[in-house]
């Protein structure tokens, strides 16, 4: 087996990213949890032989090298994932302390331990996320039906996580019950475009508009319309910033700008006579003495001296 993807983690992990991986396995899998579960059992072993290798460093030097476990003698040998072994108690006492029972190797089944943490993705609209709102999220703990209400914070973006507390799988022998997480995803929006507490978003402009200027209402994400002014000859591509129009952080005060892209759409389904005039105003541009064409020129230009 991969033991990094046993684990859950990226090859290369270092030491406290290894303990903290296998701990949060071993809260899971733990005999003293699950029982009888076989299934609990294999996952157990499985992430306790991963560690093993993993958090020894010439184990995970020779593993990360040349992709074995065969280490033979010379690195200890034996058995690996077994639970009783006097390696595995000296582990789950430096990685737990006495949240399993104290000394390591006299464990009290009868102790209390707290629960397990739960983590519940929820999808959020950009609108939710910026303004920030109240929602009730339905779940399941060892096949009872569980619902809770949040408030969800003005500013939430991707991948934030949302601590409730004692919401998650409830103590062994009367221990307290662990957390629950929001984990916070944002659904794709029509117009804006999320980075940070910035928005961007596409303006279409015809070509009359970008060629002799106009004012263009541009939407913002309170609903609200913003007026800006689009000078003569604005190219596409071009970036109009409107300040504070964008998300507040929901870690500061700070707000962020909307970004507006222009993007210069060309007509569509013109008739005969739209083809004709418009032959004919694209012959007087090209018999004209002044240039209309700024990139276009530009690019012959480069097109001559790359030739000569």
């Known amino acids: 087996m991969d033991y990094y993807e046993t684990l859950g983690l990226s090859k290369g992990a270092s030491d406290t990213e290894v303990k903290k991986a296998f701990k949060k396995k071993a809260m899971k899998y733990h005999p003293d949890r699950t029982g009888d579960d076989k299934s609990a059992k294999a996952k157990f072993k499985e992430a306790k032989e991963a560690y093993d290798v993993l958090s020894d ?14 280490f ?18 000296d582990v789950f006492e430096d990685l737990f302390g006495d949240i399993f029972g104290g000394g390591g190797r006299a464990r009290n089944p009868n102790r209390p331990y707290k629960g397990a943490d739960l983590e519940y993705h929820l999808q959020l609209t950009l609108e939710e996320a910026a303004f920030g709102i109240e929602k009730v999220v339905k779940f399941r703990i060892k096949n009872d039906n569980k619902e ?15 601590r409730l507390s004692g919401k998650g799988e409830p103590g062994i ?5 662990g957390d629950l997480f929001i984990r916070v995803s944002l659904l794709k929006h029509s117009i804006f475009k999320r980075d940070g507490t910035n928005l961007y978003c596409e303006v279409p402009l015809s070509f009359a508009e970008a060629a002799l200027g106009s004012d263009v209402e541009i939407p913002t994400l309170n609903s609200n319309k913003v007026s800006i002014e689009i000078p003569p000859g604005t190219q596409t591509g071009k970036y109009f910033r409107l300040k504070g129009k964008g998300v507040k952080s929901a870690r500061g005060g700070t707000i962020g700008d909307l970004m507006c892209s222009v993007q210069i759409e060309t007509p569509v389904n013109l008739s ?12 007087k541009l090209k018999k ?11 690019w012959i230009d480069g097109l001559k001296k790359f030739f000569k």
């Open 173 to 177: 022998n009367q221990g307290p019950p």
């Open 148 to 162: 809770v209400s949040i408030s969800i914070p003005a500013g939430v973006d991707n991948g934030d996580r949302i």
């Open 57 to 70: 460093p010439q184990k995970k030097s020779m593993y990360d090298q040349y992709g074995t476990t065969d």
């Open 288 to 298: 004209s003495k002044k240039k209309h064409s700024p990139k276009s020129e530009s």
């Open 272 to 283: 005969t006579e739209q083809k004709d005039i418009l032959m004919q105003f694209d012959d």
């Open 72 to 89: 033979g003698g010379g690195f200890g040998g034996g058995s690996q994932g077994g639970f009783n072994s006097s390696g595995f108690e």
